[in-house]
């Protein structure tokens, strides 16, 4: 798992502590974090339904959906179902800045459209996980170091797209999904793509933090033409044709990047932003192949009853929660959502 010097987010805490049964680091830091970035506006929030978030800094690393709120008592039976989180009380979503509060909305002016890509990358294609790394990270299967190794296989990806266009097809809404050797990086830049309001990506992703424009999501290697490599790098992006109320990265450390000052995030977000995504749900951490299938499908299924990105994503997650097997941060509070 890479780690960021210059800050430790909750996904750090909650992998170097909790992994050996010893959860007061995560519990400690999330309770310190609310007091200093939420109790201070306590009292101006507390009948708000929407937290609209404009991060500066390392704070772009922080998903504030996993900080906690009240007195935790500290034992070592902590039933993570039941802590005080701040997605408990609010729909929480960011914003690059203000400028995007001002924005209308445009969902729900057209008919509703999904294009699903999951390359799936079978078994044969994989190389053995690395050995050095511990039981769970081996687990974050939506994380890949291309140099080092070729792409582990996400079979929940598939299970992911398809259960998503169900929810399409059962609305009678457009949709089309591209899967495995269909999930080609040239499908995504066509043209063809303007027409679709959602755009779902399920795949690898990676980043460059020093290099911005060598980050990208991994598409299909096979039969793809001459002149592409299967690899939408992060300046490639801004050359994509979309129309898309929502794009969907679901993949590892999509949301990272490179701050810089005076300008922010900059990585594989702003490009999609540029290139017309009104809207972008990304991960700020690796990700498991079957939680994030979970929560994507559950996110969909309360969009399409027409609930609010925010609202869906934010019931998506307590479900996980509630559920139990899913209800450590790790699992559920690594997609957050950009746009309003």
Known sequence: MRVNNSFVS????????TINGRTNNYISSASALYRILIKPVEDKIFEAKNLFIVPDGTLFYLPFEALLSGNIEMNEEINFTELPYLVKAFNISYLFSTAFLQKEAKRLESKLSFAGFAP???DENS???NKTIDDLTAQLKRAVEINDKTYSELPESKREVEGILTLFQKKNLICMNFISEDAKEDVLKSDSMYSFSFVHIASHGFINEDKPKFSGIIFTDKNNPPDEDGILYSDEIYNLHLNADLVVLSACETGLGKIVKGEGL???TRGFVYSGARNILVSLWQVAD????EL???????????????SS????KLKLIKDGAY???LEWSPFVLIGN
Do not use: C, W
């Open 10 to 17: 909750i996904s750090q805490i909650y992998h170097f502590h």
């Open 120 to 122: 799936v990358f079978a």
């Open 127 to 129: 190389q053995s996980e």
């Open 266 to 268: 900059i990585g594989l």
């Open 290 to 293: 079957k939680s994030t299938s």
């Open 296 to 310: 994507m499908i559950e996110f969909y299924k309360n969009v399409l009853d027409g609930k609010s990105y925010s």
């Open 313 to 316: 994503l934010r019931e998506a």
């Open 327 to 329: 209800s450590y941060p």
